[in-house]
């Protein structure tokens, strides 16, 4: 490794969930961006890491295994950025082979949904477009944009795909306590992802964290490729009363979104610890 000053960004996704860039595309975008540790975490797999890693390895940067792995908490779902495991342990391996059957059968559900609004072929044309990856809601609202039903991401998730809507499908994930167990199993560390998206109120986010916490839960992403400063700053509040660590990833998906682009984050607060000291052979 170079003597550069360290970039973390550890929050980012590939063609294998519901990125648009192969890991070795992403790899070497964030290489190019300045980021010298990068963490790879699609949606509930594993599978884009070994291409990732031989990436990293041409590249110059150190990869960190990750994954985000859909929970649900009080029957809210929420998502967890695993960070620095073996991606070989066979009980984290058991977790994502449970949410991937979760995965296709909400697919399924959603096409059979869409079908009846007149999509043509949901499920089959989404499976296209996740070429080797899972199927997400993403890809489903890009079969819409191409067959005229929404102009955009957001009409597709407003119109069809959002919460209400008539391609929703109410999901049970996997609960937060053995997900963790099962990450820790790997000896993994577990980050709660975009705290500010999930809409909590300040007493249910308390809620979160605390619990979060009580079952070994090590960090929360205080800074985010979207977030603002006040949101950096509400996070930073919480992060100390609850004892956590700081996490920060761009949660990048799409060079054409220019508001979330790898390595392009703000300073996690000096008052807390990063999530990277936490790491096996950590600098």
């Known amino acids: 490794m170079s003597s550069r000053p360290a970039v973390y ?5 590939s063609t294998f969930s519901d990125g ?7 790899v070497r975008r964030a290489a190019d961006k300045g980021v010298t540790h990068l963490a790879l975490t699609d949606h509930d797999t594993l599978a884009g890491l070994d291409e990732a890693r031989g990436a990293a390895a041409d590249c110059g940067i150190e990869l960190i295994t990750g994954v985000e792995i859909s929970v649900t908490w009080q029957r809210k779902p929420l998502h967890i950025v695993g960070l620095d495991f073996d991606p070989e342990n066979s009980a984290l391996r058991g977790l994502i082979d449970e949410l991937q059957l979760i995965r296709r059968t909400r697919a399924e559900k959603i096409a ?15 499976s296209t477009l996740a070429k080797d990856g899972l199927i997400s809601r993403a890809h489903f609202a890009r079969c819409l944009i191409s067959q005229g039903f929404a102009k955009n991401f957001e009409e597709a998730f407003r119109y069809y795909l959002g919460p209400g809507k008539p391609a929703f499908v109410s999901t049970a994930w996997v609960a937060l306590e053995p997900s963790l167990q099962q ?3 790997a000896g993994g560390v577990a980050v709660i992802a975009h705290p500010r998206r999930y809409r909590l109120s300040h007493s249910w986010m ?22 603002s400063s006040a949101d950096i700053e509400s996070m930073t509040q919480l992060a100390t009363r609850f ?17 979330v682009e790898l390595g392009r984050l703000a300073t996690v607060p000096g008052s807390l610890t990063p999530i990277w000291s936490r790491f096996s052979g950590a600098l």
């Open 9 to 13: 960004d550890l929050h980012s996704h």
């Open 20 to 26: 648009v860039l192969t890991p070795t595309q992403l």
């Open 112 to 126: 059979s949904k869409l079908a009846k609004k007149g999509v043509k072929d949901p499920l089959e044309n989404a």
């Open 183 to 185: 990450l820790h199993a």
């Open 206 to 227: 308390r809620r979160l964290l605390g619990d979060f916490k009580q079952l070994g839960g090590a960090a929360v992403e205080v800074v985010t490729g979207n977030g």
């Open 243 to 259: 004892e956590l660590l700081a996490s920060a990833g761009s949660d990048f998906h799409d060079p054409n979104n220019s508001w």
